[in-house]
């Protein structure tokens, strides 16, 4: 995957890239949407994962789990290509299940070979928010593993398509109850955004890359981004800046006290293997020499 296929869509987790190879599946299809539920039941999806480095400390203690659906002759599947028929075709509950319980065990191991610190943030569907049955999913899950709530970071993505807010709002308080946190999701786009922020538990703004895209092109972009770093630290919350891939996107974002960070900059995605751990480990070299994983 290269930076132009990167930068040609949004950095929202629910609308990835496209696939490298052919043209955009037909994701309303029978046939397509038979492949998908049994390629859930089947366990032949994978994660890959990208780090979120702290801009103070350099350390990288979350990961962001991102899925992937590799198809024998057609190539990748990106979250684009499947995630919005998955919502509306009634499968988003078991894919969103299954890349909880993923993440649950390789949390496991990565806190073995990386860090005992590290934490997982995990794309939740607004629609999983309205379930009472997927909360307590989530619960048991952390339970089989013994593993804690806290130990992941939620990130409700695209939150102007929330039906029933306040389900959404009973879903978040029965995770608070055992330290769980949030994220909102492409913050600064979709007309919920602010009143999100009164509605739902908040530790995290993730600020759209839309913005972070026009660093250094447009000043309007960098003074909503100074902005909504300000309106954060008001809050008390945490600011993370997805998609940085350039030296001045990082040096703009580390003078405004951007938190978080990640991107193309510092590691592209990939599978948690030997090879990516000794990157992820040396991929400070843009901050100082003793900022490491």
């Not at 492409?186 to 509605?199: C, D, H, K, P, Q």
């Not at 913005?211 to 100074?226: A, D, H, L, P, V």
């Amino acid at each position: 995957m290269n930076k132009s296929e990167y930068n040609k869509h949004s950095h929202s987790k629910h609308n990835f890239l496209q696939r490298r190879h052919g043209v955009r599946p037909d994701a309303n299809n029978e046939q397509f949407l038979s492949n998908l539920s049994a390629a859930i039941r089947n366990n032949e999806l994978h994660l890959h994962y990208q780090p979120r480095y702290d801009s103070l400390s350099g350390h990288a203690n979350i990961l962001e789990a991102l899925v992937r659906w590799e198809r024998p002759g057609l190539g990748t599947f990106y979250p684009n290509t499947f995630l919005r028929a998955a919502e509306t075709h009634g499968l988003i509950f078991a894919l969103d299940l299954w890349v909880f319980e993923q993440c649950c065990k390789d949390l496991i191991q990565y806190r073995k070979t990386l860090s005992p610190q590290l934490k997982i943030a995990v794309n939740i569907s607004s629609l999983d928010c309205e379930s009472v049955y997927y909360s307590q999913k989530l619960i048991d899950l952390c339970n089989h593993y013994q593993l804690k709530l806290a130990d992941f970071i939620f990130e409700i993505s695209e939150t102007h398509a929330i039906n029933d807010i306040r389900k959404t709002i009973s879903f978040c308080k029965t995770l608070n109850e055992y330290n769980t946190q949030f994220c909102l999701g492409g913050f600064g786009t979709g007309y919920a955004s602010m009143i999100r922020l009164l509605e739902l538990p908040t530790h995290y703004l993730e600020i759209d890359y839309s913005f972070i895209s026009q660093i250094g092109e447009s000043e309007r972009s960098e003074t909503i981004i100074k902005n909504i770093l300000n309106l954060a630290r008001t809050l008390r919350l945490k600011t993370i800046a997805v998609g940085v891939e350039h030296k001045y996107q990082y040096d703009f974002l580390m003078a405004a006290g951007c938190d978080l960070m990640q991107g193309f900059y510092f590691i592209s995605p990939g599978e948690i293997n030997p090879g990516i751990t000794n990157k992820i480990n040396k991929s400070s070299l843009f901050m100082s020499d003793k900022k490491k994983f």
